[in-house]
């Protein structure tokens, strides 16, 4: 099965075990997950199944919006509700709009340190890996950019919000931080991904409702492969440019406003590539499907 399956991941469950449950329903071995969802978050997962998994380098980018709440009055090893506390309890006295003044901060390109417990590899090792072995796990500091960061509520010592982040950003790491501006500590309570680049819950489908789906069914369900990476504009060619795109041969292709990607089509949904621009309407192959 070729395409990008949308899931809405539960709570409790590890990417690695919404892919071998994605892998049991549909068929499918070539399964990846674009951005891992820690087990306690719950909500948008994209998954790129068979040779579609080549794309996976293009959508690296996308921006993340979440919904969530941050308890205050201790921090935890893992930035989050699943770790261990860490230091003494301490009450919050500060209001929402205190807070909210507090989390003006957290907007704009920053560099922000990841969690320890984090896919964040060191020398090719996830940090998570090291942390839980007792060895040191030195995260380096990354730039990202928040979009937007809302709280929303408070009651007692528990923030709701809302937010937008880029791609390898950390919500743990905002909770974390805020928490430490507030003098109170605080960690992630929970968390629900609503969007993932252009995919939102809307186009999600249950760990329940796979369950019940055949091969052919959820088939049916997945987006239509134009509209992936629609920063990307789509042609179809004949058979003769695509047998030269299939052998990794420079071809002319319209001029799409200098767009540097196209997606290349065979058929309305039989896509056969993704070209680069080389020069004007020139366009290489740089990853084809097969």
């Known amino acids: 099965m070729n395409g990008l399956l949308v899931l809405d991941k539960p709570s409790g469950m590890t990417s690695h075990d919404v892919v071998a449950i994605v892998r049991r329903a549909t068929g499918e071995k070539s399964i990846g997950h674009l951005g891992t969802l820690d087990p306690m978050a719950t909500g948008v997962l994209p998954l790129l199944l068979g040779k579609y998994t080549r794309l996976a380098q293009f959508f690296g980018q ?22 261990e506390a860490v230091g003494e309890p301490v009450v919050l006295t500060k209001t929402l709009d205190e807070l909210k003044s507090l989390g003006a901060h957290f907007h704009g390109t920053m560099d922000q340190v ?9 020398n090719g090792v996830p940090a998570h890996k090291l942390a839980r072995a007792g060895l040191e796990a030195p995260v380096k500091a990354a730039r990202i950019t928040i979009h937007e960061f809302v709280l ?29 501006m507030a003098g109170t500590g605080a ?17 999600a489908l249950t760990v329940e409702q796979l369950k019940t789906l055949s091969p052919m069914e959820i088939e049916a369900r997945l987006p239509h492969p134009r509209t992936l990476l629609p920063e990307m504009p789509s042609v179809t060619v004949d058979e003769q440019l695509a047998g030269r795109l299939r052998n990794g041969m420079q071809v ?21 590539c993704v070209a680069r621009r080389i020069a004007g309407t020139l366009m290489q192959p740089n990853v084809v499907m097969g």
């Open 62 to 83: 996308a921006e993340k919006t979440y919904t969530g709440a941050i308890r205050f009055g201790f921090a935890t090893d893992t930035f989050d509700a699943d770790g």
């Open 114 to 122: 990841p969690p320890v417990y984090s896919a964040k590899k060191i």
């Open 152 to 180: 929303t509520g408070l009651a007692e010592d528990t923030a709701t919000f809302a937010m937008s982040i880029s791609a390898g950003g950390y919500v743990r790491s905002v909770a974390h931080e805020l928490g430490q």
């Open 187 to 203: 960690h992630l309570s929970s968390l629900r991904r609503t969007q993932a680049g252009v995919f939102t819950l809307a186009h």
């Open 252 to 272: 002319n292709l319209p001029d799409f406003s200098q767009a540097p990607l196209v997606k290349v089509f065979t058929t309305p949904t039989e896509m056969l």
